[in-house]
């Protein structure tokens, strides 16, 4: 019989915290050698939520792909340079500390390699408090495949229909709702409208919301 967990899921990137502005400057950093340059327009609508090797061969499609990888690997370790602080965004804590009293497990799954995963769950303190992080990049399909949120589920015993997925970006959303979980969209990137567009049953500027908490304690039945 399958498990009836309720359950959370959540992106980390934009999700947890708001951190396109360093991730874009990372970015631009390392293409600045190719004169390249990545506005924020570009970057959210195009880039955010994507694999590193799968935008940056479309930037500088010259490279082959060990050349790709090393760039991504650099931007990445630029990122966690940048990034000395970062704040949960308004309202997580309050959530994690309820669905612990609740008994609704919650996962990470995200499309950001291992390290910069464990380091930003460690500069947000929340390293300890998350019961499973699902690294996309080590399953054989990354967002927007539904097998990240897929494999968040399976581990935390989650049944689909009782479970909330949050993120930020149109692959994670299009992952989250072809693994039939509902999911809110956090405007942290994208305006209310592509979110639905791609999938968010409802939007939110962060966690404070009362119509995301709504959804949340009507779809958990917590």
């Known amino acids: 019989m399958p498990d009836q967990n309720p359950c959370l899921l959540f992106d980390i990137d934009g999700t947890l915290t708001d951190s396109d502005r360093i991730h874009i400057l990372a970015l631009n950093e390392i293409l600045r050698p190719y004169q390249l340059n990545v506005d924020h327009h570009t970057y959210i609508h195009t880039i955010a939520g994507r694999m590193n090797a799968e935008f940056l061969s479309e930037l500088v499609?010259?490279?082959?792909?060990?050349?790709?990888?090393?760039?991504?690997?650099?931007?990445?370790?630029?990122?966690?340079?940048?990034a000395e602080t970062l704040e949960p965004l308004e309202g997580l804590l309050d959530l994690l500390d309820w669905a612990e009293k609740s008994r609704?497990?919650?996962?990470?799954?995200?499309?950001?390699?291992r390290v910069n995963a464990d380091f930003m769950l460690a500069k947000l303190g929340l390293a300890k408090r998350f019961e499973t992080v699902?690294?996309?990049?080590?399953?054989?399909?990354?967002?927007?495949?539904?097998?990240?949120?897929?494999?968040?589920?399976e581990r935390l015993g989650g049944h689909a229909t009782k479970s909330v997925a949050f993120e930020d970006s149109r692959s994670g959303i299009t992952a989250a709702a072809k693994a039939g979980v509902a999911v809110i969209g956090l405007t942290t990137s994208l305006d209310p409208e592509t979110l639905k567009t791609h999938g968010a049953h409802l939007t939110a500027p962060n966690y404070t919301d009362p119509t995301l908490w709504h959804l949340i304690r009507t779809t958990t039945g917590r």
Do not use: C, W
């Open 61 to 82: 499609p010259a490279l082959d792909a060990d050349a790709i990888r090393l760039m991504g690997e650099r931007k990445e370790a630029l990122f966690r340079d940048m």
């Open 134 to 153: 699902v690294i996309a990049e080590t399953l054989p399909h990354q967002k927007p495949h539904p097998l990240p949120y897929l494999t968040g589920l």
């Open 104 to 113: 609704s497990p919650y996962a990470a799954v995200t499309n950001a390699p």
